[in-house]
């Protein structure tokens, strides 16, 4: 009972706000219009604190905390868009745009790709780091569905809504470092693992690496939305 | 078991070790053991009986200094043998209780005379194997009497009375750790042994977990009295074979003398350990990363907080040390925390063990006070840099260390001051480079192996580190410019700041110290295609871009 | 005051950059009266001249010609502009970087070959293992990314340029935009 009631307040980016104990940083923020920018957090999955995008500086500490896993505490003054953070977010996406084959102007999810978008609000121009150019192969054997590894930035959203959602668990990740690789079943091709076919995988992908084999050109909007009404109805039951 | 019962075992391997007239201890550790010390062994207890001298050849654990292996120690004489031979043999055992052999003699005073042994101290003296020499140099007598005479308050205030810190790297003070997880709420609690060792160059815990079993299990039992837990788990690398079959010897041993189990002491503390195999992940040695694995996941690690203090292994109150911490926690029992508080520096206590391994003459174990100073490790205990080569830095810390040159070498040995030098204690392994070494490349070489055993799963990491190696290796090979140099130390500093375990954060250590002091190599590379060691191949041409044949 | 000169350069890519800035119409007007285009793949002008003030370069560095192209180009140029994602990150041109040169030459002279089939030696430059962005070999001033930036972003972007006013290029276009 009392943990329901306990209020923390705190401030972020030099606005006053309150907040239950117990929530995130990033809760808290978006309750009050304050953008942090995220990339493997999406609301309805349980996170994992990966992408690095959402640090954020708290007063008096020089340690950056991931503002999807770091509750808040009473006191607390946050900083989300500090020159600091913005340099670190900017070199972040530049890791993830050298590091696969993110061709926007020939992907599928060219004007939908959170990593697209991200790069743009952060201000990224160009990278400057060289690029990697790995080769990479693309997952074409099932009916539905497409996976294409040149464009998987290895958020696990995947992964996670297939194992905390859909409860199918047939994507995980095989392999480590920058050789890491999302894989169906036991890396077998996707047509022929357990997949129940209910494109979740799909809708929560941030960037083209998952597609629908139905969409054409570069019009595939995805809709990641349904997840936090879906665990809303589940929970109603 | 009892008090009494221990007792009664010590007095009995006194007794029959009092039936002979000499023993002679034969280093098996798997320096000396590689170089033939098991053939010694045998051919030494075959001269014994042909001899008809009453001799005792016992098998023990590593000595410490490696380079001079094989090692055989006489006793009463105390007369340290090295490089011997099978074929040696014959006349160590004639010399018994006359004069020693002058051509196998070793005299290793300095590299001794500096040293104190805490976790070491019955290095050379027991057979690993063999519980009752354990409990005959004091084994186990920690254990029963914070049973049997202590609280685990008590035992909590006794180590945090000592001020020992984590030996893993971090630092942390371990009797606060113990506390946190002692105040922890909840029934199920775990004690965790990070057994994970995996720097290059470094092979303490490796040592103590093959050299001296037991001392290691105490120290959980001890731990798990403290905090109040049942069940503990010792995470041993597969690569260290010899260490599993070791400790699974002694939990067997132990449980035979009812060390382990159930009703302890007549008491009513419970405990068990059981051995779970790391895969040869790097990242497992970090403590989340490692809980992952021991509860059969990718070996991955989670943001903190929580702690494992408070959400461990299946989310329940877990404490983990490394095996050089509890391998600390029987003698701080037994000989009371101001003795151990009174080793060691201001803010750091007690001994520390470090592996000497490089360009330096007495490669192996040694361990020290803390606060004595690199130079002493190096040059002293050391012997110093061998075959008229100079001495340029010594890495500490292993792959998320950094270098420290010889201008910081009368800096004294602690966590603080290594951190304030760019370096870090770590787990206590210790390369020293000459003038043969290129600082470039040796940065390169860490930075490949944070590269490598990165998990993914954060992007600082995966990618930073590897982009990191691209940028090295371009300066290495001589194609890289200022600009990428500039961006490489752009990178250091997101790694550093952004990654998510101390993997990725410290990963750019070796580039930034070797960067703060030896810049000048950096530079040379880029400008003058030279590499002053000479290790370095300069590419031929000069584009970065190779046109197609 | 005099005009300032401009040179539009076309190396790998293809020539949407190009066709994009002429999708100005009118404005091309308004920029002429400001700028003189001195050279470009659409004027007549054969060698780069020795100083020019702004360079807009269009497509990767791919081949040897290419990367001896850029590095004049720069070295004779006070502001360097590099237009759209194939000069910014390589974009189409180094899809083949995966895989190799050799198995695109291949596929194209060899494979697909009706007559004649023969890998050209003669003429055509040769070509690089790795196509890259321009900004690796020299020093790039502003970025335009796009593919192809659109006629509004190369407006905007040129008068802020030419007048020296402000310029928030994130918010005109970005990668693939």
Redesign the interface.
Known sequence: MSQETDVKTLVIDEQEVSARAGQTILEVARENDINIPTLCHLEGLGDVGACRLCLVEIKGSNKLLPACVATVQEGMEVSTNTERLQKHRRTILELLFAERNHVCSVCVSNGHCELQTLGQEQGLTHVRLPYRNPDLFVDASHERFTLDHNRCILCTRCVRVCSEIEGAHIWDVMGRGTNSLIISDLHQEWGTSACTRCGKCVQVCPTGALFDKSKIGSDHPKYPEFLPYLNLMREAQ | MTIEELEQIAKNVQQENAKYDFEVNVCMDLACASQGAGALKDALEKAAEAAGKKVLVRRTGCMGPCSHGPLVRVDPEATLYHHVKAENAPSIVYGLGGSPVPELQCDLNDHFDKQVRVVLENAGLIDPEKVDDYIAHDGYKALLTVLTEMTPNGVVHRITESGLRGRGGGGYPTGLKWGTVAKAKGDVKYVVCNGDEGDPGAFMDRSVMEGDPHRVIEGMAIAAYAVGASKGFIYVRAEYPVAVSRLTTALREARRHGLLGNNICNTPFNFDVEIRLGAGAFVCGEETALIASIEGKRGTPKPRPPYPASSGLWGKPTLINNVETYANIAPIVRNGGKWFHDMGSERSKGTKVFALTGKIANTGLVEVPMGIKLREIIEDIGGGVPGGHKFKAVQTGGPSGGCIPEEMLDVGVSYDALVKMGSIMGSGGMIVMDDTSCMVNVARFFIEFCMTESCGKCIPCRAGTAQMFTLLTRICNGTGTIDDLALLEDLCVTVKETSLCGLGQTAPNPVLSTLKYFRNEYIEHILDKHCRAGVCQMAAVESKNEVMA | MSKLKLATVWLDGCSGCHMSFLDMDERLLELAEVVDVVYSPIVDTKEFPDEVDIALVEGA?AS?DD?KKIKKIRDHSKMLI?MG?CA?????P??R??????AILDRAYIQNASAQAQIPCVVVP?????V??I??FVK?DV???G?PPSADTFHTALTALVNGGPL???ALT???A
């Open positions: 560095v040897v990367e590099a994602d910014i990150t390589g974009n189409v180094a899809m970087n995966p895989i190799g040169p050799e040769k070509l690089l293992k790795v890259r962005p900004h690796e790039v970025f335009l990314p593919c928030d290029i994130s970005r990668f693939g």
